[in-house]
């Protein structure tokens, strides 16, 4: 059974940091690209960063950049999402997602092929 399981989300004022964690089980990891995407009230879906297990390569959204970092290590099945510089507007509900490549995921997130419950991040003023 495929699971992906986020977690670390919370309340934290703007300015502040979160780390976003994701865990993957019954895939084969290497063989995945995991990537990160937020939906807020009454918005679309959005990817946010996403990175290529089997070479590193890393893809971040304009909005985010400089502020988001993610990483992984292939020995755990785990993927982070260091989110630095909070703003309001990142208040959102964060998802963890796997498919074969970032680029088809990150293009249209309909075409991920495994998705988590989700993490709530909320960013007070």
């Known amino acids: 059974e495929v699971q992906l399981r986020e977690s670390g989300g919370g309340l934290v004022q703007a300015g502040g940091s979160l780390r976003l964690s994701c865990a993957a089980s019954?895939?084969?990891?290497?063989?995945?690209?995991l990537g990160w995407f937020r939906q807020a009230p009454g918005k679309e879906r959005e990817g946010v960063s996403c990175i290529n297990i089997n070479d590193g390569r890393t893809y971040y959204a304009d909005s985010v950049k400089g502020r988001f970092t993610i990483s992984s290590d292939n020995a755990k099945n785990m993927v982070w999402l260091q989110i630095n510089s909070l703003k309001v507007e990142d208040t959102a509900v964060y998802h963890c997602?796997?498919?074969?490549?970032?680029?088809?995921?990150?293009?249209?997130?309909?075409?991920?092929?495994?998705w988590g419950q989700g993490t709530q991040v909320t960013v007070s003023s």
């Open positions: 997602a796997a498919d074969p490549l970032c680029e088809i995921m990150m293009g249209d997130p309909r075409y991920a092929e495994y």
């Open positions: 019954g895939f084969v990891f290497d063989d995945f690209a």
